[in-house]
């Protein structure tokens, strides 16, 4: 079953994606995603001008070889393109051994392990009468856990906050923006959040929320205590995770449970913190985690040590890794939860998909493979537009942390 074609498909149907798909002699194909928000292209040349001339004439078969081949043969390892990169060759492969099965993915990751995946939406607004009002509408929708954001009083913008009447997108067209950021007023606000939540609410429904890697470790020690009358599901992202020690000194402190991973790449950039028990929920995915093999290695550790998933699944992973998280999720034993935000109707003509929502809960439906397509006659027509994500400064000018 040999590889006869490879090509990578970069589209903006109302935000980039950068999508690899395989080709067989068979004719199966599968698909990867391999977006990198704001930084597409490199992964596209990556992909382009360095993986596709290894894979013509590989067996499709040879999921775990060609894993290894990419990674260790490459000699520079590690890294947001390269792992993206070797995650969608990895997907792409993984969905050709569906298809070529006539069968969905997750009956070869070992099958179901539960009857659907838990997922949280996004509930965000300028004051936190919005945000009560946003919460109230996924509520409705069936959501039984929420991620809440808010506008920062003193601050002109704040992260997870939507644009006008559009749902939250970061990534913009021309230069990026540059925001203001103040751990002083942000600390002293989000408690009073939660407050109003819970009192609106109730104790049951689930909530999330991102600090979105702008804490010092003892500032989020200080914000985690300050929520644990809330009972949060997660305290995302808490510091800028290089430091993996950083959670150490959080962890001393509170018993909010701590999520950590969207911006990881490989088993090495957490597995101090899965073995110290220093996190709660593992945030890494399939695009920039190497693919459903990789992430599978990440969670069989995590497994170990009490820590459960919980991918990440903005708007900037597109379908086919949407798709790919639901066979994994709903495979693992250790499943946490699943982020889940919608895509534009653009998006999803593009990507048709036979995963679906409902009631607070997702499958990935039973079509073989993946159950992702690709129109690339539409695709075609969203050609690549350049946006960058936004970066952040101090009161005093500083950067710091987006
Ligand atoms: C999340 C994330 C996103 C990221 C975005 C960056 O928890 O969903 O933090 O909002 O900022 O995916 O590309
Ligand atoms: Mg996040």
Redesign the pocket.
Known sequence: MKITDARVIVCSPGRNFVTLKLVTEDGVSGLGDATV?GRELAVASYLTDHVVPLLIGRDARRIEDTWQYLYKGAYWRRGPITMAAIGAVDTALWDIRGKSLDTPVYQLLGGASRDAVLVYGHANGATIEETVAAVARYVKLGYTAVRAQCGIPGLAQAY?VGRGDRYYE?AEQGMPPEHLWSSERYLGFVPTLFTRLRAEFGDELHFLH?V?HRLTPIEAARLGKALEPYHLFWL??PVPAELQEGFRLIRQHTTTPLAVG?VFNTVYDCHRLIEEQLIDYIRATVVHAGGISHLRKIAALAELYHVRTGC?G?T?LSPVCMAAALHFDLSVHNFGIQ?YMTHTAETDRVFPHSYRFEAGVMHPGDAPGLGVDIDEALAARYPYERAY?PTTRKLDGTVHSW
């Open positions: 928000n997870g970061p991102d979105h995302e992202d969207e990440h903005a900037d982020e994500l």
